[in-house]
Structure formats: structure tokens, C-alpha cells
């Protein structure tokens, strides 16, 4: 049964400064009972982009994601939360497998599984330890999914059975290189701020050995090797995303 609201779905979606590609998102989601839309210190024309397709939208300035993510939950009014970022989109062969999940009165849990582009090159293979996922649980029942408290990659809570969908979700990473070590740049800072708040940052040899396991992780283990040069590269800054952060936490000022 569906909740007092009589909504079934909603579709939450975060951005920051997202004027560039919000449209585009918002535009796959209108298979969903309502769209709730956080609006995180956005300073371009984020909120009138949003405004076209919802009136449902949060405004705020949040310096740790989970808390972030965890007001747009809050938010949803629907039985089932299907969650995208600004920079993803929902073909119509995924809306319609979620649209039949929210449909049922199960619980628990759904991993979607991504197609990543870095421009418009997909790369499926190596993804991880960090730097960029294959899938994720980002279709929910309210109440079985929570996130943690760090400002970037937060731990997550899930509750109830797990399943998997067979649709993918498009997911633009990266425009270029370029992109990627400014993102390489952002991901470290905010991973020394998380550091330095536990007052443990871990060990400069710690953090070495790691180096070499997350480049065999992605580039063998998750089979970045069959990306060639893209999968080389994923797996370079999954390695150093580590190393990176624990040497701000140490050398930097917060």
C-alpha cells in the first residue's frame, strides 16, 4: 500500500551548481510520483531549473554529504525513494523496472548498476576502491537506507533483504582527464577533513602499501585492464586517492 500522501515513488535528486546538466536529469524522472530536489549552495540557475519540474525542492548549505542526503530522504513523501545525482540520467527501460518495484509492497533494498562515461567514452571496468562505483543501492523502501556522517563517501545503513535490478543507470563522471584530477583534487580535500575530525589519519607506510592493493583492485580485480588506457588511469587515481588525502590531513591546514 502506498503512504497517507498516496505517493508511491519519489525521485530525490541532489545538485550543486548543476545549471549545466539538471535539466537533463530532471527530464528522465517524470515516471516518479513526485521529484524532491536539494539544492545545496547552488549560486547559478540550479533552483530555476528545478523550479520547471517541482515545487518540491530544499534549499541549504551542507558541509558533510550524508547529512545532506539524509534531509532529502526526509523529504520524500513516497513508500519508495529512487535516488540520482545531477549528473546521472534514467533510461526508460530502468524507470519502468523501478516503476514496477515501487508498485509491489516488498522491503528492503535495490543495487542499480551504472554505465560510467568519462565524456563520451562508457567505461564499465574498473571502477572502485573509491573512485567511482559499478553499482549502487539507490532504490529504497523509506526507513532501509541511512548515510553516515563524513563529508565524502559516507558509510551507509541499509536495512531489509537486497536485490538487483537488470536496467543501468547512465552516469556522466567526467568530462576529460582534466575533470578527473580536479575531482581527484576535491575527493582528497574533503577526505583530509574527515581524517583530521577522527584524529586518526592513518600511516604514511599505511598508506603506501595501499597505493599498489586499490591499483590492483581496479586495474585486475575489477578488470579495468579491458578499458585500456581508461581503465589505467582509474585504477591510478584510485591508488593515490589514499596517499593524497592522508598527506593533506598531515602537511595542510584545515
Known sequence: MSDKSGIRLSALVMAHNEEAQLADCLDTLGFADEIVVVLDK?????????????????????????????????????AWIVEVDA???????????????????RTGYFLIPFDNYIGDRRVRYGWGASWGVSAAPRLFRQGCKQWGSQRIHPSLTLRGPEGRLENRMIHYVDRDISDMIRRLDRYTSAKAADLRASGDIGTFAGNIRRIFSRFYKCYVGRKGYREGAYGFLIALFAALYPILSYLKARLEDE
Open 42 to 78: 547552488c549560486t547559478d540557475r540550479s533552483k530555476e531549473i528545478a523550479a520547471r519540474y517541482t515545487d518540491h525542492r530544499i534549499e541549504g548549505a551542507w558541509a558533510i554529504e550524508g547529512e545532506r542526503r539524509n534531509t532529502g530522504i526526509a523529504a520524500c513523501r513516497g
Open 87 to 105: 549528473d546521472e540520467r534514467v533510461p526508460p527501460a530502468l524507470a519502468a523496472e523501478i516503476r514496477a518495484i515501487a508498485e509491489t509492497d
